[in-house]
């Protein structure tokens, strides 16, 4: 009786090798006004949330983007989940 070889079957991973260096980006004075904004609102709802006021934090936190979306309309770029 013959055992058949089996090799093995897995990839094996490579480092990818950047081309180019990374170049930093700055953020600017709207985007940190605007995280701030939006860190301020969860905070608030968050509260709200233990108060009984939502479900769950998820959901205080959606209608903190929602809030902050509709009364700094400028900042919507900048809110990306």
């Given amino acids: 009786m013959r055992k058949s070889v089996r090799k093995s079957t897995r990839k094996i991973k ?21 995280q701030k904004n939006i860190s301020k609102k ?19 936190i959606a ?5 902050v979306k509709k009364r700094h309309p ?3 770029k900048y809110l990306t989940k």
Wanted: some cysteine.
């Fill in 14 to 34: 490579t480092k990818s090798v950047r081309k180019s260096p990374r170049k930093s980006v700055r953020k600017s004075k709207k985007s940190k006004k605007c």
């Fill in 42 to 60: 969860i905070a608030i709802n968050i509260d709200e949330f233990k108060e009984g006021r939502y479900v769950s934090k998820s959901q205080a």
């Fill in 63 to 67: 209608v903190a983007y929602s809030q």
């Fill in 74 to 76: 400028e900042c919507e």
